[in-house]
Structure formats: C-alpha cells, structure tokens
C-alpha cells in the first residue's frame, strides 16, 4: 500500500509543470494500491497540477435505432442488449463503471464542473474552458484546448488503450468516425464525430517511446507524455498507413468499418 506523500512525491518526480493541464485515467489496480483510494489520489494530483481533467462517459445512455447510415460500426438488426436497458442522461447522473472511481469522485467534486454531452461528458478542476468548448458534435475538443495549453496525459496503472487523446489524433488524421445516439430528456440525440475502437492503440507506444515518462509506483506503472508530442506522432501513424492502431479482432465491427473506407 502506498500513501498520499508517496503519490505527490511519484508525480513530481515525472517533472511536469504544474501550470500544465493533465488528463488523467486510472486503473482499479492502481486505486487499490493507495491508501484513501480515488480521493487520496484526486487530492495529490490537486497538491501537483493546478487543472486535471478525466473522462466521465456514460455508456448507459447510448441506445441503437432500427436503421440507420451504412458502415457506421453497428448491426442495426442486432443492437447490443444495453441498448435496451439504456437511461436517460443527466448531468449529474453516474459515469459507467468502465471509467473507474476516479471519474465518479472527480464529478461529485464542488469544485469541479462537467460538460453536458449525454455521453462523451468530462469532468475537471479549472478546466472550464475545455468543458465549454464541448459540443454535441465535436466531443473531442476538450482535448484540443488541453493540447493548445501543452497539457499531458497520466495514464496511472492503464496502457495507451485508455488514452482517450489518441482518438483526437484520429480524427485530425481524417480517420472515419461513427453516428451514435443519446436518450436525453429531449429526446433522442444524434451524437456524430463518435470515435472507433481503442483496443489497437498500444502499437502507438514504439513510436512515443522518446517522448514517454514513466515511474513505477507499487505494482502499476505511471506513464506521463505531452499531447503536443504524442497527437502529431499519432497522426502521422495512421496517414502513412490507414489501418494503424486498429485492433485485430476479426469481429470488431468499427475496426472493420474503418478498413473498409481505405
Ligand atoms: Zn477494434
């Protein structure tokens, strides 16, 4: 087990400037290995960065129309069963539990604020300016403004596959992205610019490896890189070769929906 003291002493040693924004994922294995959980960690990674933000995404809201536009990565016929079970979104309701805890204590914060997409929300402290700059259509923007303040990205205890900014990256490089839809109390919400898959992602890491920070810290592995380091990289990748970072599953029906647009 690891301690409040041990963390802030872990995060300083990564030499970010505290000025710079960070986007933050991280594991339950990681959580689990400090002491006082996601709220020691929240408040060390306040005593270091001054504006933190992290994805508050709510899956529960997505649901799946009988038709829709072709190679859009769904089977229309066939929704997945959550789709049934899909709640209205709020902007205080629960980030799926695929974000972790940290998400959930980040939204709860007084201090923080969250944006109002029904389901690629964020959450941070002084980040305002980020948030505001979300829309229906553009979900990716707060990582745009992070990347123009030269923030970095903390994966505590995750791999690339979690790192959220590589979808960005996506899309500046042209990559095709998806329709999805949001019950909302207004309705049904038509939610474009939605991103692919993230399962491909970790090929990403031989070619960020120069620009990478890493520290261990218990069991888990701390990994720290600049966007504006790591977005041009990504998108380089996926120009020179379409089917970069892409998964490999046979069945992954965004995956495939991107290959097929080559
Ligand atoms: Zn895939």
């Known amino acids: ?35 006082g959980g996601e709220n020691a960690l929240l408040g060390a990674l306040t005593a270091v960065y001054d504006s933190i ?53 980040m939204r709860t914060r007084t201090r923080a ?3 109002f997409h029904p389901i690629l929300s964020f959450a941070g402290i002084h980040v305002k300016d980020a948030l ?22 903390l994966l505590l205890g995750v791999d690339q596959t979690a790192n959220v900014s590589i979808h960005y990256a996506e899309q ?12 909302t109390p207004a309705g049904v919400k038509e939610c474009p610019n939605f991103p692919g898959c993230s399962r ?24 720290a890189m600049s966007l504006q380091a790591m977005i041009p990289l990504a998108q380089k990748l996926i120009l020179e070769d379409p089917a970069a970072l892409l998964c490999d599953k046979g069945d992954c029906a965004r995956c495939e929906a991107v290959k097929s647009e080559k």
């Not at 229906?136 to 923030?151: C, F, N, T, Y």
């Not at 992602?201 to 218990?218: C, D, M």
């Open 113 to 115: 604020n969250r944006s």
């Open 132 to 153: 505001d700059a979300q829309t229906l259509s553009q979900p990716l923007a707060p990582i745009e403004v992070l990347a123009d303040k030269d923030g970095w990205v």
């Open 172 to 183: 500046l490089a042209g990559r095709k992205q998806f329709i999805r839809w949001a019950l």
């Open 1 to 35: 087990m690891s301690n409040y003291r041990e963390l802030v002493n872990t995060f300083q040693k990564l030499e970010i400037p505290a000025e710079r924004p960070v986007i933050v994922h991280a594991s339950p294995l990681f959580l689990g290995g400090i002491e």
């Open 200 to 223: 491909g992602f970790n090929a990403l890491s031989p070619h960020i490896q120069y620009h990478v920070r890493k520290e261990a810290f218990g069991s888990t592995v701390i990994t």
């Open 53 to 105: 933000l992290t994805p508050t995404f709510t899956y529960q809201t997505m649901v799946v129309p009988r038709e829709g536009p072709e190679n859009n990565g769904l089977d229309y016929k066939n929704p997945p069963e959550s789709s049934q079970y899909a709640v209205f979104f709020e902007p205080d309701m629960l980030a799926s539990s695929a974000m972790g805890e940290l998400a959930e204590v």
